[in-house]
């Protein structure tokens, strides 16, 4: 590598390791041009390349949703203090998060008002109201917004940011079994849109009873695992029961003439969905982004002089034309050279690269180049339109597949706790018996430097198996990490 091209990657390039996966992922986000840092410490500008596929997820959930009966709606960021405090578990789980709002100008305000860090709190007072006879059921609302947690140490970009955005869906239904199918449903709703666009595999899991969503039932979760063995949580569904009925009088009229509190149900998805994709399928060049995701599929980079400049950018014209549906970039910028450019667009993770020079034009043929795999290949220009969509597909299915490879490479089973410390140490997640104490769990964390009952497996079945804190019998076998 000459010293120009090395100056060159490097100014491009992400430098940092990543094994130091806080400070790599921070310069990834920079140098991609995703996100830039903002004046208020742990909040994040999202630019225009990161916001426009959140804007796509926002599309492929409301859709879905939509064939549910779920309907959209807004409401208020501000919560008065007096509703926060109606569901004391939930409050309590919250309480360190929450920013509070006490003056108005020089006034100070009669009654605290928190942002919202979630908003059962100010949407289950109206529900209360609205909700009278079975004929109102089922209510099932979905908002879009944003919402602030001040609480943490370590502000990762994506991951863990005091203020994020996502969705929150809010149904209350008539009857428990009503409530779990459709929990289970919705679920499974959320792991096909990241399956099937973000290309991320996950482990749908439940929570224990420790790591639950504050004043809820049960959780439910989609897990993800990232090359530095940390596990993200990704979309979510909370069964909380009856509990936020009672709390805030919830009640209907059956059919029967008699009183009932509804069942209700939450789910969300966030951006830190956003995160978890660029982290998994990055590699040392920089980002790669799904086709199915990516706002440009392709880039066309047309390599000419002066003299055959006129019959290269014709042709590079013509090819844009012909693959419009696929929001080609054609980079006719004379400023930069073509290796610039390769690293340029390597790096922001545009699926496809089509490079065409004289030589190309000779043979009426293109260079298409990979980002998943880096591999190039010639294609006769007549076939593009044909061939360009097998290659996308085959990019979208290999990096789901990788995911999946990631994610089973970083598992392993064990009853012995000197095992399960070693595998947390070489970042890794472990599968082990544990009972359903919570000082277990307590125990497990503090055993190994920070790692948690993550969630619960349903596929490995407690038979005789002790619980490797207390060797007492065990409830279940747990997936053990650390989380960001």
Known sequence: MTKEKAQEKNQLGVTSDKDDFGEWFSELMIKADLADYSEVSGCIVFKPSSYEIWEYIRQLVDIEIRKLGIRNCYFPLL???????????????FSPEVAWVTHAGNS????????????????????????????????????????????????????????????????ALATEKEALEEGNELINLYDKICREHLALYGMIGKKTEREKFAGGVASTKIHYILQSGRVIEGPCFHYDGQNFAKAYDIK?????????????NTYAITTRMLGTMF????????????????????????????????????????????????SPILDEREDQRPGFKFNEYELKGIPLRIEIGPKDLEKKEVTVARRDTLKKQQIKIKDLKKQVPIILEEIQKNLLEKSKKLFESKLEKTQSLEELKKIIE????????????EKCEENLKFETKGAKAVFISEKDKIKTEKCIICNKPADYFVYAGKTY
């Not at 070489?426 to 359903?436: D, G, Q, S, T």
């Open 426 to 437: 070489e970042k890794r997640v472990a599968i082990v018996p544990l009972c359903n104490n």
């Open 252 to 264: 209907f009229l059956d059919k029967d003439g008699k009183e009932k509190y509804v069942y209700q």
């Open 279 to 326: 982290a998994i399928h990055a590699d040392e060049k920089g980002l790669i982004i799904p086709p199915r995701l990516a706002t440009n599929e392709i880039v066309i980079i047309p390599i000419f002089n002066e003299e055959n400049k006129k019959k290269i950018l014709s042709e590079a014209k013509e090819i844009s034309k012909e693959l419009k549906d696929y």
């Open 79 to 93: 919560i008065p203090e007096k509703f926060l405090n109606k569901e004391k578990e939930h409050i309590k789980g």
């Open 108 to 171: 100070k305000l009669p009654e605290r008002l928190a942002i919202r860090p979630t908003s059962e709190t100010i949407m289950y007072p109206s529900y209360s109201k609205w909700i009278r006879s079975w004929r109102d059921l089922p209510l099932k609302l979905n908002q879009w917004n944003n919402v602030v947690r001040w609480e943490f140490s370590h502000p990762v970009p994506f991951f863990r940011t005091r203020e994020f955005l996502w969705n929150e869906i809010h149904t």
